[in-house]
């Protein structure tokens, strides 16, 4: 049985940093890429960060480049988020998910990814 736990969330000022971690258990996590989501109040699920099976690719949305940091240890099967210079806006729900294709490219939308994580929240407080 897959499952994935993520943690780290909490209230934060703007300015500020979390990390966000992301355990993995019940598959072959050193074979696939994860992906990092997030959903605010009434809006959709966006696609925040991806990172390729080895940790070597890393992809991220526009609007947190420069900001986060995606990151992996396979021997620890846990995938990370660090978040700095945290604004309002990122307020949300952040969520792990595991891509099972091995097809290699870094995927963006929500429904290419196989298994999810409950979610861990990240409020920002200007």
């Known amino acids: 049985q897959v499952q994935l736990v993520e943690s780290g969330g909490g209230l934060v000022q703007a300015g500020g940093s979390l990390r966000l971690s992301c355990a993995a258990s019940?598959?072959?996590?050193?074979?696939?890429?994860m992906g990092w989501f997030r959903q605010a109040p009434g809006k959709e699920r966006e696609y925040v960060a991806a990172?390729?099976?080895?940790?070597?690719?890393?992809d991220y949305t526009d609007s947190v480049k420069g900001r986060f940091t995606i990151s992996r240890d396979n021997a620890l099967n846990t995938v990370y988020l660090q978040m700095n210079s945290l604004k309002p806006e990122d307020t949300a729900v952040y969520y792990c998910?595991?891509?099972?294709?091995?097809?290699?490219?870094?995927?963006?939308?929500?429904?290419?990814?196989?298994?999810w994580g409950q979610g861990t929240q990240v409020t920002v407080s200007s």
């Open positions: 990172v390729s099976w080895s940790g070597g690719t890393t």
């Open positions: 019940g598959l072959m996590f050193s074979s696939f890429t």
């Open positions: 998910a595991a891509d099972l294709s091995l097809g290699g490219r870094l995927r963006t939308r929500s429904q290419e990814y196989d298994y």
